[in-house]
């Protein structure tokens, strides 16, 4: 029987920040990960759940999923490229 790994997505906390500070953390925290790690990024800001998910992924990474967590909480989940 194999070991599983099972990997945990970087959780970032950016409630509070706005556009384009939302995609600036978002950039240098993806920085720190390795290829094929995942980033869960958490917004309060609805232009950020839109922009930054479309900018990261003109960059090659993959978004995962966007999920509501509230009226105005939304996680992201990013796959480093």
Aim: hydrophobic share 40%; with cysteine.
């Amino acid at each position: 029987m194999q070991d599983m790994v099972i990997k945990m997505a970087i959780e970032l906390d950016l409630k509070g920040e706005v556009c384009p500070y939302t995609f600036v953390k978002t950039k240098l925290k993806l920085e720190e990960l390795e290829s094929g790690e995942e980033l869960a990024v958490t917004f309060d800001h609805a232009p950020a759940v839109e922009n930054v998910p479309r900018s990261l992924k003109n960059e090659g990474h993959k978004i995962l999923g966007i999920e509501q967590q509230g009226d105005h909480l939304w996680k992201v989940r990013i796959r480093k490229a």
